[in-house]
């Protein structure tokens, strides 16, 4: 019933499994109760009608956890890049469009609060001396709560494609301020180290057109929501900082470093 490989990530590899679905079976390292939550958040999240695809049943094969979705036919907006590069500002646009939907749902009742999860994840963040870590908490404090519906890893890796955009992987969904869930997915777009496995061409190209690409998505969520720049850019300094605890390679990870020094002198 189980097939091939159609996709890998940082916690799992996803794998086709009988008609229109598939089986994305968990890395070792993954705890178990986080596979829950994600079953959990997936079914909330599908219920309350987001463009996300249907989590059919929590499963246990070869003694590893795993989920079956619904297969969503198409590739994720990374592929597509590679494929046909001229769609990606439309694809860009589509994105920020699909991101301020979810951002109009109250976030789930049992999601992690986003404002606690960043604090905890600067205290531990590496690379970071105490004093910075302390102006960094203390400008977080300041950053309005939030309640909606926030995604937490929202970059094109994550978004599947047919003739509309999914979006997929919400173990990382807590309960939140949009604008930090925007300065997220900037940071990701500006300075994210792409998948080892992307094309040469797709890590010639982003590097080249991310700045735009970024501009872009940034441009039509603000459009949508009414936000400025001034709403999302305090949430940057936090959002980096919080994003060096992440397995992330040790280029990206200065780059982070530089990043959050900048505005840190700012
Ligand atoms: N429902 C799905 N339909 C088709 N492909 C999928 C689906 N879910 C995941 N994939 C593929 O598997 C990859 C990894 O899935 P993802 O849920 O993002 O795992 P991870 O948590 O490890 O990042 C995706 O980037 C995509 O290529
Ligand atoms: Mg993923």
Redesign the pocket.
Known sequence: MQGKV?????????LEYGEGK?L?L??DDVPEEYVDL?FRFSKWVYEQGVAT?QPHERVVVEGRPGIV????????L??QMNRKPWLNFSGFKQMAGLHYSLHQLEGMGEAGAQKKQLEHQIIAAPMLATEEKTQILSRLAELPDGEKLCHG?FHP??I?MDDKL?V??W?TGVRGNPAADVARSVIMFSIGALPERASMFTKGFLGFARKRLTAQYVRRYLKLSGMTLADINPWILPVAAARLVEGLPVPEKELLVREIRRHLRA
Do not use: C, F, H, S
Not at 6 to 14: D, H, K, L
């Open positions: 159609i996709g890998q990530g940082r916690t799992a590899e996803v598939i994305k968990y890395r994600e695809p979705y619904q297969q969503i036919a198409g590739p994720t990374l592929q890893d890796d994550n599947l999914w997929i992987d173990m």
